[in-house]
């Protein structure tokens, strides 16, 4: 697999999730900040390190919506 053949999966998997966002979270700044370096990033190298964090930070947050979200149905269903 080819470095522009990771990033393009990269971009993909990051539209998806952006697309999908409802509303802020915990990490948004994170998510800010990281959008801001990819102005910066010199090679194919880095952009993709840069979409790892960002996309790292949206499991981060799905990981904390799904907890919320069964820690609701089960304190509900009692």
Do not use: G
């Given at each position: 697999?080819?470095?522009?053949?990771?990033?393009?999966?990269?971009?993909?998997?990051?539209?998806?999730?952006?697309?999908?966002?409802?509303?802020?979270?915990?990490?948004?700044?994170?998510?800010?900040?990281?959008?801001?370096?990819l102005y910066f990033t010199q090679d194919i190298v880095q952009r993709i390190f840069v979409l790892n964090q960002l996309i790292n930070f949206h499991e981060k947050s799905r990981v904390e919506?799904?907890?919320?979200?069964?820690?609701?149905y089960f304190s509900t269903s009692e």
């Open positions: 697999m080819s470095y522009k053949e990771i990033f393009d999966l990269h971009i993909q998997l990051l539209s998806i999730y952006e697309k999908n966002m409802k509303s802020s979270f915990p990490y948004q700044w994170e998510i800010n900040y990281y959008k801001r370096q919506q799904i907890k919320w979200c069964s820690k609701e």
